[in-house]
């Protein structure tokens, strides 16, 4: 199992909610300080910024997925080449993964197996990308095979769009540094995070 499940961390929480509610997503859950929101195909957890934290003026976006078994993920990848190791995610247990530049992500253990409609593709009425901007996109693609995700396709700058089996998608671009962003669709609109850009 493997679902696309990226966070946003934001000083916005009660617009950036009444945003993505508007676009069609179904709340999954919501404790006040975090929500999590269901496409039919990828999932986003929002966060709301600490008053602690205030350079987080708008949205910061984190590469993230669901699992269904730590234990089992964590030596297939290893297996595979990429470093991962069970780590406590901020709703519980879960791993972590760390490319060879250092960036890393983690993943949410999850029992939710439902799968996307068997022609869900990113062009479709709703689907969530996440998009993980680096200078070295050989070594990402790797580490999203690595883990499980599925090949779609091969970008013109060397990247490539991933997809993950139990819903949601991950593009690899090139940039100047590693950062992520993320393009939200839903029934024709399109909501974007990240890149200086929330639009």
């Known amino acids: 199992m493997l679902r696309v499940r990226p966070i946003i961390l934001t000083s916005n929480f ?4 009444a945003q993505l509610r508007e676009l069609g997503l179904s709340r999954l859950e919501n404790d006040g300080d975090w929500a999590e929101f269901d496409s039919g195909n990828g999932k986003v957890v929002l966060r709301r910024a600490s008053a602690d934290n205030p350079s987080v003026e708008s949205h910061s976006i984190s590469l993230a997925f669901e699992v269904r078994d730590c234990e089992i993920f964590v030596r297939r990848t290893l297996e595979d080449g990429t470093h991962a190791e069970e780590a406590h995610t901020f709703t519980g247990p879960g791993a972590r993964v760390t490319a060879p530049d250092g960036f890393s992500f983690e993943l949410a253990a999850s029992e939710d197996l ?17 998009i993980w901007r680096t200078p070295d996109l050989g070594a990402a693609n790797k580490v999203l095979a690595d883990i499980g995700a ?21 593009a690899t671009a090139k940039g100047a540094v ?13 909501l974007t995070f990240g890149a200086e850009s929330e639009s």
């Open 14 to 17: 009660t617009q950036t909610v």
């Open 150 to 170: 599925k090949f779609v396709q091969e970008n013109s700058d060397g990247g490539a769009l991933f997809r993950a089996k139990n819903g949601g998608f991950v």
């Open 178 to 190: 590693t950062g992520v962003e993320l393009e939200i669709k839903h029934q024709g609109e399109t």
């Open 114 to 130: 439902r799968l996307p409609e068997p022609d869900a593709v990113p062009s479709a009425p709703s689907a969530v990308t996440a």
